[in-house]
């Protein structure tokens, strides 16, 4: 006993020193100066001021390669001014799907690991399949959003689909490996057991309790919505009621390893268990995108009649708040002013007391980035007075990625390339494409 609960206790210092360094290291990125083009497309026409042809601003392999292209949710690590963002490239069921750098000084494009469509960056995990053939885990098809992890690592999810297993893999930056964090459910289902079998690896290395599971049953591994956030210990998961009857509401996993447990759980019928506060959108929490602020998930829930709802949840005590909502068709439910609705589709991204999304249905028919004070909850529109993204017109695959630390600005994903969009002052230009 003695020994276990020496090497438990110095685990548990490794733990908190890591937690403190990532906290630290948070602190000098928002405080560190980043290096951006010197452009000012409201006085030139400098070539980043139009949405040139791919591949024309940065080098690297541009974002484009053929076929379906969807950037997702990224963020920027000031200390290498460098944006760590996920690119779809494929179809929603292969394994084409990489993360990508950009040098926000340049524009210049690196991939960092996965699957161009003729590379691979980086390796995943070895196995023999039920047919007794070599097979390779942890592909980075549909890569949705990556947060930074301890160390310095990436943390990506992929997600395949409603009936498919949901995964976070920790991504070392310098070599492009990947190692399972967090996964819904074991993969595959209908793997054999055996030494070299996924089932086993994975059974060995993170054992019964990795999984979510939900409460009295645990044979049935949690469905999370398409985003997480991530603070240097633990992982958060908004688990939407999948399957039906598992439960509404924000769970964590230690990045250490561990179990899962409810941060804040509720149900459709409007009572709570865990947390305290609104039970938010019990009718319909469809979650496809969030972010985190000061110990606060923050995610937008639709579709909703009226207009769509911007909440939070603390991640210590799980107290659950609304922040806008426009709430067309019941005033007594607003929070916040302005006749703008914010989306719930698309991706959001938060830099200081400022959050930033698109429109509020998927099908708009042009670019409408919505402002939200996350202070007051007020909601405004937000146009593009000069530069690349002026009078652009409709990209369904538009998402706003990143927020600037230090700034008004925002890198929104456009017509296949990055843009830079100034909220407080209306310019726009091209960062990489």
């Known amino acids: ?73 990224g963020y920027v690590d000031a200390a290498s001014n460098t944006l760590y963002v996920p690119v779809e490239l494929g179809n929603q069921q292969d394994n084409q799907g990489v993360v990508m750098a950009v040098d926000l000084a340049t524009g210049n494009r690196r991939v960092v690991s996965g699957y161009d469509g003729e590379e691979w960056i980086g390796k995943g995990q070895d196995y023999v399949d039920g047919s007794g053939r070599k097979a390779t885990a942890y592909d980075l098809g549909r890569v949705e959003a990556v947060r930074p992890g301890p160390g310095g690592s990436i943390l990506a999810l992929v997600d395949k689909g409603l009936q498919a297993r949901s995964e976070i893999f920790s991504i070392d930056p ?18 054999r057991d055996g030494a070299t079998s996924i089932r086993t690896i994975e059974s060995s290395r993170v054992g019964g309790e990795h999984f979510c599971r939900s409460a009295g049953d645990d044979r049935v591994g949690l469905k999370p919505s398409e985003t997480f956030e991530a603070d240097g210990q633990y992982i958060y998961l908004f688990m939407p009621n999948q399957p039906s009857g598992t439960g509404i509401g924000l769970m964590r996993y230690p990045l250490a390893g561990g179990k899962c447990e409810w941060v804040s759980q509720y149900w459709p ?73 914010l989306g719930y589709s698309r991706r959001m991204a938060v830099t200081g007391d400022l959050l930033l ?8 028919s042009s670019f409408e980035p919505v402002l939200i004070d996350l202070r007051t909850g007020n909601r405004s529109a937000v146009e593009a007075k000069s530069g690349s993204l002026k009078g652009v017109g409709r990209d369904s695959n538009a998402n706003i990625v990143a927020g600037i630390p230090g700034t008004t600005q925002f890198i929104v994903a456009f017509d296949k390339g990055l843009h830079v969009l100034d909220v407080k002052t209306g310019q726009s230009y091209l960062l990489s494409k």
């Open 1 to 73: 006993m003695t020994g276990t609960a020496t090497v438990a206790g110095m685990q548990k210092r490794s733990l908190l020193a890591l937690t403190s360094a990532f906290l630290i290291s948070s602190l000098a990125v928002s405080a560190s100066a980043l290096k951006l083009p010197a452009v000012d497309c409201s006085k030139s026409q400098d070539a980043r001021c139009r949405n040139a042809d791919i591949g024309k601003v940065g080098q690297g392999l541009p974002f484009y390669l053929g076929g379906y292209t969807t950037i997702g949710s």
């Open 174 to 191: 310098r070599t492009g490996d990947r190692a399972l964090v967090w996964a819904s459910k074991v993969f595959p289902d209908s793997a």
């Open 269 to 341: 019928d409007g009572t709570g268990d865990v947390g305290s506060g609104p039970t938010i959108n019990t009718l319909s929490p469809l979650v496809m995108t969030s972010a985190m602020v000061g110990g606060e998930f923050l995610a937008a829930t639709g579709p909703n009649p009226g207009g769509n709802v911007l909440f939070g949840i603390k991640t210590a005590g799980g107290a659950r708040r609304t922040v806008s909502a426009l709430s067309q068709n019941n005033p007594a439910r607003r929070k916040g002013e302005g006749a703008d609705a």
């Open 357 to 364: 999304t698109l429109g509020s249905e998927p099908g708009n």
